[in-house]
């Protein structure tokens, strides 16, 4: 399964992005507003692609990891999470810092709104970020999402404070 935008290619993870995945998911700098990254080494960020490329093959997926390739260049990452209801899902992404700004997040983000409801008949998307990623929030709202909640508690990998979670939503 392999979605295309006007500059943008979405495509199944596999074991040669590996490198290119750590670069971006394995720098702190990068993901300081992540809950889950920064991946520590390159063999846990081997472990997170070997369960997305087994995940591909489950007829009834946790997931949907896709690359995001620019040309050749592996620039990040996004992944539609299915939940308990089968009508709902999140989405989430991480691009690297070099192509930030650029709109690619954005353009990424609706082909998987578009395949969200085509392909899997999801209603309703949500995400959620930390407060202080202005970049994600603006992305959740230039793709039709509206902020549901602000809540606290949310806890970053790479810190140790406490912070606010803002979850956005948007009917498909």
């Not at 935008?5 to 990068?30: C, D, I, W």
């Not at 490329?53 to 620019?70: E, Q, S, T």
């Not at 999801?122 to 990623?133: K, L, Q």
């Amino acid at each position: 399964m392999t979605l295309t935008t006007k500059r943008l290619t979405l495509t199944p993870v596999n074991m040669s992005h590996l490198q290119s995945t750590f670069e971006y998911a394995g720098n702190p700098e990068n993901t300081k507003f992540m809950m889950f990254l920064p991946y520590d080494s390159l063999e846990e960020t081997r472990e997170v692609l070997e369960q997305s490329v087994k995940n591909w093959y489950d007829k009834n997926p946790a997931y949907r990891h896709f690359a995001i390739m620019l040309g050749d260049t592996h620039i990040g990452e996004i992944t539609l999470y299915f939940v308990d209801d089968p009508k709902r899902a999140e989405l989430g992404w991480v691009i690297h810092r070099d192509y930030w700004n650029r709109g690619y997040t954005t353009e990424a983000a609706l082909a998987m709104l578009e395949y969200a409801k085509r392909v899997w008949d999801i209603e309703c998307v949500f995400a959620c970020c930390d407060s202080e990623n202005t970049g994600s929030y603006r992305v959740m709202e230039k793709i039709g999402m509206h902020r549901v909640s602000c809540t606290p508690g949310r806890k970053n990998r790479s810190s140790q404070e406490a912070r606010y979670e803002l979850l956005y939503e948007i009917m498909l």
